[in-house]
């Protein structure tokens, strides 16, 4: 409207929107355990392995939780290389190794858009760490099943508003695991 309020009737703002499947159309829990070897228990974190997505402050978390005898699983999925940095995933499953949580982190891979609408909507709770975004369809998508989601206190995130969120700073894994 300050550029040119001639054309006021005509602005339309287009919300970020996307498919939500019904529950009913969800692939059952025990068909997902089963396929991906996931517990009943789980967090979920459904983004691909680029650097600015910060997963190494989930595996520092997982391990601080770890060593005080608290083993929690965090199922992630999502398409493992990064052009920007070659080495990324390589370093990822180094550091799982190095530090004994292959139990508690487990990698499912690309997996069918189903699968992963149905692991948000089973999850225990959704994890975004990353440093930034543009605009998260994993909020978004944790929104539409009203689900917990620990997010990285980035302003995209703060922005996004979920009820059921929980902030941490993106480099600070004592305080993600202690949520």
């Known amino acids: 409207l300050k550029i040119s309020k001639n054309f006021k009737e005509k602005i339309y703002v287009n919300k970020f929107s996307f498919l939500v499947p019904e529950v009913k159309k969800l692939t059952p829990f025990s068909i ?6 996931i517990p009943n228990f789980f967090f979920y ?8 997505k910060n997963h190494f402050i989930v595996l520092k978390a997982l391990s601080f939780l770890r060593e005080k005898g608290i083993n929690l699983v965090v199922v992630a999925s999502g398409y493992s290389q990064d052009y920007r940095s070659a080495n990324y995933f390589a370093s990822i499953k180094e550091y799982i190794k190095v530090n004994n ?3 508690n982190f487990k990698y499912i891979g690309v997996i069918p858009n189903i699968d992963v609408m149905s692991l948000i909507y089973n999850c225990t709770g959704l994890i975004n760490p990353s440093k930034f975004e543009g605009w998260s369809s994993t909020v978004e998508q944790g929104k539409s099943y009203n689900k917990k989601i620990l997010l990285s ?27």
């Open 45 to 52: 974190l459904p983004n691909q392995f680029w650097t600015h």
């Open 32 to 37: 997902l355990k089963k396929k991906y070897n």
């Open 101 to 103: 949580i292959e139990k």
């Open 153 to 179: 206190n980035i302003n995209t995130h703060l922005e996004q508003k979920p009820k059921k969120s929980f902030f941490f700073p993106p480099d600070d894994y004592k305080k993600l695991a202690k949520i």
